[in-house]
């Protein structure tokens, strides 16, 4: 089975018709490119009824056409799905605004520097949404305490980060990421391990630490860890 992405909602109607191409987004970018629905008819081998039909929403393109369209239109075929100049955003990201997606089902991660149209086992995955890792009073009162709280110590030339959080094989941390503008350190952590690791200093921005049941949580290197960086260095 094909599974198509859902699309973001931006509140306007040619997003909001989710899961593959739309007629409103075909004519957006026809007429962006400024081309008539017989010059894309004819680029794609269609007919120009047939381009006329998708964008009046009686009918979608095959699936079989969306690489042909995209490259008539000048756009990938995740734009096309999207709605969106998904490439336009990229040039001016960075990397410390990296997306995370998880999938539930295999564990497996991938990061984004602009937003994607990502799925993992047939899932479409939405963007992780980092809760703060400071204590939370509903887990306080669930007994979980401050067990996604993320702490953050100097050692040597390195941030030590690790977690009061269980590490059983039902519940555990399972990964830690140390997020700047020029690049993600990545540490991939197992049951039974400890919720700990360890990450070069430059450029850091904020931690990331993830949670099988619990989702992400951010702790952002705050001026407190900065300051002491510095009177060690001065020390
Ligand atoms: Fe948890």
């Known amino acids: 089975m094909v599974h198509f992405p859902h699309t973001k909602s931006h509140g306007m109607e040619e997003f909001m018709t989710d899961n593959y191409v739309t007629g409103s987004v075909i004519k957006r970018l026809r007429e962006k490119k400024g081309l008539t629905q017989e010059e894309l008819a004819e680029k794609i081998f269609v007919t120009s009824k ?33 709605g969106d100049c998904v490439q336009n955003k990229n040039r001016s990201s960075n990397m410390s605004k990296s997306l995370v997606y998880v999938c539930p089902v295999c564990g497996n991660v991938i990061l984004a520097t602009g937003e994607a149209v990502v799925s993992c086992c047939g899932i479409t995955l939405p963007p992780q949404e980092p809760e703060d890792s400071e204590v939370n009073l509903d887990e306080a009162e669930s007994g979980i305490g401050n067990a996604h709280k993320i702490n953050i ?79 060690k260095i001065i020390l």
Request: with cysteine.
């Open 50 to 82: 047939a381009v006329s039909k998708w964008e009046c929403g009686r009918g979608f393109p095959d699936i079989s056409l969306l690489e042909g369209l995209g490259r008539a239109l000048d756009v990938s075929v995740i734009e096309l799905l999207s």
């Open 153 to 231: 110590e100097i050692v040597e030339d390195e941030y030590f980060v690790s977690l009061s959080h269980p590490m059983t094989k039902d519940h555990y941390i399972s990964f830690i990421a140390a997020v700047g503008a020029g690049g993600v350190q990545f540490v991939k952590l197992y049951p039974e391990q400890n919720a700990e690791a360890r990450f070069k200093i430059d450029g850091v921005k904020k931690i990331l630490a993830y949670c099988n049941r619990h989702g992400l949580f951010e702790e952002r290197i705050n001026k407190f860890t900065k300051s002491k960086r510095s009177l």
